[in-house]
């Protein structure tokens, strides 16, 4: 059974920081890219960063990678996203899934991902 189970969820101040971690079962860790997603209220799903490390592939979201670092962990199956400089914005669920080939539009395109987990909240007040 395919699962990606997200944690790490949070309520932070500000300025803070948040490491979110996202385990993988059911596959093939290293064969798969292992994205990072938000979604706010009210907006659609947005790519924050993603990773592959057996190919050396990692990509962040142009106006986020400053406060991002996403790494991985292949002998836990493991995907980490930790965050800095928190900024009440960020609010939102952050999701992590999984996709075999990038697609064609870009590692963002979260339509063309195979799996998901069910998301973790991370609340950032001001």
């Known amino acids: 059974e395919v699962q990606l189970v997200e944690s790490g969820r949070g309520l932070v101040q500000a300025g803070g920081s948040l490491r979110l971690s996202c385990a993988v079962s059911?596959?093939?860790?290293?064969?798969?890219?292992i994205g990072w997603f938000r979604q706010a209220p009210g907006k659609e799903r947005e790519g924050v960063a993603v990773?592959?490390?057996?190919?050396?592939?990692?990509q962040y979201a142009p106006s986020m990678k400053d406060r991002l670092r996403i790494s991985s962990d292949s002998a836990k199956s493991v995907v980490y996203l930790q965050m800095d400089s928190l900024k009440p914005e960020d609010t939102g669920v952050y999701y992590c899934g999984a996709v075999f080939e990038l697609p064609l539009g870009g590692w963002t395109e979260s339509d063309e991902y195979d799996f998901w987990g069910q998301g973790t909240q991370v609340t950032v007040s001001s």
């Open positions: 059911g596959f093939s860790f290293d064969d798969y890219f």
């Open positions: 990773i592959r490390r057996s190919v050396g592939f990692t």
